[in-house]
């Protein structure tokens, strides 16, 4: 299995102000994702990040919000832009392989996100 | 229909009794599932994966699969308060070729 490190674990941001999280991934891995857990719900994916190429976003992330770099098969970065108390939510690094028996997803320890 | 969906709970059972918690996807050609636990403030950590239709038995956890009826399940033996958290059901699905989680749910085991 895949480790995964993420970081910062946490932090608290002033609003209008930009993090970059980043993701290290202990192998090379085919596919990366990032997620969002606001508070009380479940995982949502924000965006599929490829190697040398533009992020895939899903409906309601926009690249200009979240800009996303995966410059090589193992790590990736997030960027929370111009943020509002509304962003603050656990974002999470997810990697997929493929295993023995099929696709696995893994992730990071994620990063907390309070936004004041 | 929602692509993946789970009972809210919260569940409650006592301590030693057998938890079973349930899972439905819409996409039928899915392949690959998984079960998350995910303690309060914590990131989720994966429990079991589940690729064939069955049941697959690890130490107490036991997932069941049955893709003509697009449902998977978790049995989670002898409960032990440490049991208690939320189990995210996940599905790898084909037609997208992303993993979709669940709402979750919300497991309370009692001493």
């Known amino acids: 299995s895949a480790v995964i490190s993420q970081k910062p674990s946490r932090d608290i941001c002033q609003r209008g102000t930009s993090l970059t999280i980043q993701c290290q991934v202990d192998?090379?891995?085919?596919?990366m994702f990032w997620y969002r857990q606001q508070p009380g719900q479940s995982l949502t994916l924000i965006a599929t990040?490829?190697?040398?190429?533009?992020?895939?976003?899903e409906s309601g992330f926009v690249i200009d919000k979240f800009p996303i770099s995966r410059p090589n098969l193992t790590f990736s970065t997030l960027t929370v832009s111009n943020m509002s108390p509304e962003d603050s939510s656990i974002y999470l690094c997810?990697?997929?392989?493929?295993?023995?028996?099929?696709?696995?997803?893994?992730f990071g320890q994620g990063t907390r996100l309070t936004v004041v | 229909q929602k692509e993946v969906e789970q009972n809210s709970g919260p569940l409650s059972v006592p301590e030693g009794a057998i938890a079973s918690l349930n899972c439905t996807y819409s996409d039928r050609g899915s392949q690959s599932f998984f079960w998350y636990r995910q303690y309060s403030g914590k990131s989720p950590e994966l429990i079991m994966s589940?690729?064939?239709?069955g049941d697959k038995e690890d130490g107490r956890f036991t997932a069941q699969l049955n893709k003509a009826s697009q449902y998977v399940s978790l049995l989670i033996r002898d409960s032990q308060p440490s049991d208690s958290a939320t189990y995210l059901c996940a599905v790898n699905m084909l037609k997208i070729d992303k993993v979709i989680f669940g709402p979750g749910t919300s497991l309370s085991v009692i001493p």
């Open positions: 997810s990697a997929r392989d493929r295993g023995y028996e099929g696709t696995e997803a893994f």
């Open positions: 192998s090379q891995v085919t596919m």
């Open positions: 990040a490829n190697q040398g190429s533009e992020a895939t976003y």
């Open positions: 589940i690729y064939s239709n």
